[in-house]
Nanobody
Framework: LVQLRESGGGSVQPGGSLKLSCVAS??????????MAWFRQGPGQEREGVAV???????AYSGSVQGRFTISRDGAKSTLSLQMNDLKPENTATYLC????????????????WGQGTNVTVTS
């Protein structure tokens, strides 16, 4: 079982930036081969995919964040990051970290290990 803990959320003005982090602990021996991903759930909205990075470090993004967000993982592959630039009010959501052997950004309700989430608010 893998435990995931997110951090880095907060309140920012439109056009601003935030960097989210997710630290994995527990059974992380095979984590370097797993996909890790960020999902989000806005107020009154369904969960949606944001970005995923596979065990080879290949990223994939949802169309709405392409070019503004960057997902990365560290050399030991137990920490996941999401650099978010040019934030917009519609990016306001709880951002959740997830891991599994295989994740598709289009499938937000898969059988993944989940963190508790970190809140991001974009408002002027």
């Amino acid at each position: 079982l893998v435990q995931l803990r997110e951090s880095g959320g907060g309140s920012v003005q439109p056009g601003g930036s935030l960097k989210l982090s997710c630290v994995a602990s527990g059974c992380v021996i095979s984590l370097e081969f797993y996909s890790m991903a960020w999902f989000r759930q806005g107020p009154g909205q369904e969960r949606e995919g944001v970005a995923v990075i596979d065990g080879d470090g290949v990223p994939a993004y949802s169309g709405s964040v392409q070019g503004r967000f960057t997902i990365s993982r560290d050399g030991a592959k137990s920490t996941l990051s999401l650099q978010m630039n040019d934030l917009k009010p519609e990016n306001t959501a709880t951002y959740l970290c997830a891991t599994a052997p295989f994740i598709r950004v289009e499938y937000p309700n898969g059988k993944y290990d989940w963190g508790q989430g970190t809140n991001v608010t974009v408002t002027s």
